[in-house]
T-cell receptor, first 112, second 111 residues
C-alpha cells in the first residue's frame, strides 16, 4: 500500500517549457488536491477534484491545468512554465468530507 | 489572501516542556485539522476537530476550537526532540471541499 505517490520528485525546466506532474493514490479516495508551497507562505490550493471526471479551481489556479480521467490519478499541467511557478508541489487525497488528507512527498520544481 | 495565520511563527523550547501554537482563520468551517511537516517531507495528519467540537485529545496532543473567535490551539505536552518540525492548521471551508492552510509554526525542541 503506497498511499500517495508523486512523480517526478525533482525537475528543472526552462521558461516556456511545459510539463505534467502525476499524482497517484491507491486508497480509492474520492477527493484529490494539488497545492504549492513557497517559503513562509504555507500551502496554497491550486486545483482540486471531488471525483473521477471532475475538477475545480482553488486559490491560485492561473497557469495550471488539471485532469482526473481515472479515480486514482490526478494530473497537474504547466502549459508554459514561468519562474514564478518555482515551488514545491504537493498532492493530497482523502476519502470523504471530515476525513484527513493524505499527502505525497512533494515535487520540487525549479524554472530557470 | 485567504490564508490563515498561525502564531508564533517560530518557537524554541527545551525537551520536556509544553509547546502551544495558535491558528486563526477567516471563514465558517466544517472542520479544522493540524498537520506536521518534517524538513523536506510531506505533511502528516495529526488531528481533526469538527466545527461542533470544542476539544480533542490524541496522545500528547490537545486541540481546542473556538468557532466564535475563529481560532484553534494545538498543545504538545512533554515535548521531545523528535517533535521538531513545522506545524500547520488547515480549515475546510463550509459549503466547499476546499482547504485553507495557515502559514505554519516552526517548532524546535532542544535536547
Amino acid at each position: 500500500n503506497a498511499g500517495v505517490t508523486q512523480t517526478p520528485k525533482f525537475r528543472v525546466l526552462k521558461t516556456g517549457q511545459s510539463m505534467t506532474l502525476l499524482c497517484a493514490q491507491d486508497m480509492n479516495h474520492e477527493y484529490m488536491y494539488w497545492y504549492r508551497q513557497d517559503p513562509g507562505m504555507g500551502l496554497r490550493l491550486i486545483h482540486y477534484s471531488v471525483g473521477e471526471g471532475t475538477t475545480a479551481k482553488g486559490e491560485v489556479p492561473d497557469g495550471y491545468n488539471v485532469s482526473r480521467l481515472k479515480k486514482q490519478n490526478f494530473l497537474l499541467g504547466l502549459e508554459s512554465a514561468a519562474p514564478s511557478q518555482t515551488s514545491v508541489y504537493f498532492c493530497a487525497s482523502r476519502r470523504h468530507p471530515n476525513q484527513p488528507q493524505h499527502f505525497g512527498d512533494g515535487t520540487r520544481l525549479s524554472i530557470l | 489572501s485567504q490564508q490563515g495565520e498561525e502564531d508564533p511563527q517560530a518557537l524554541s523550547i527545551q525537551e520536556g516542556e509544553n509547546a502551544t501554537m495558535n491558528c486563526s482563520y477567516k471563514t465558517s468551517i466544517n472542520n479544522l485539522q493540524w498537520y506536521r511537516q518534517n524538513s523536506g517531507r510531506g505533511l502528516v495528519h495529526l488531528i481533526l476537530i469538527r466545527s461542533n467540537e470544542r476539544e480533542k485529545h490524541s496522545g500528547r496532543l490537545r486541540v481546542t476550537l473556538d468557532t466564535s473567535k475563529k481560532s484553534s490551539s494545538l498543545l504538545i505536552t512533554a515535548s521531545r526532540a523528535a517533535d521538531t518540525a513545522s506545524y500547520f492548521c488547515a480549515t475546510e471551508t463550509s459549503g466547499t471541499y476546499k482547504y485553507i492552510f495557515g502559514t505554519g509554526t516552526r517548532l524546535k525542541v532542544l535536547a
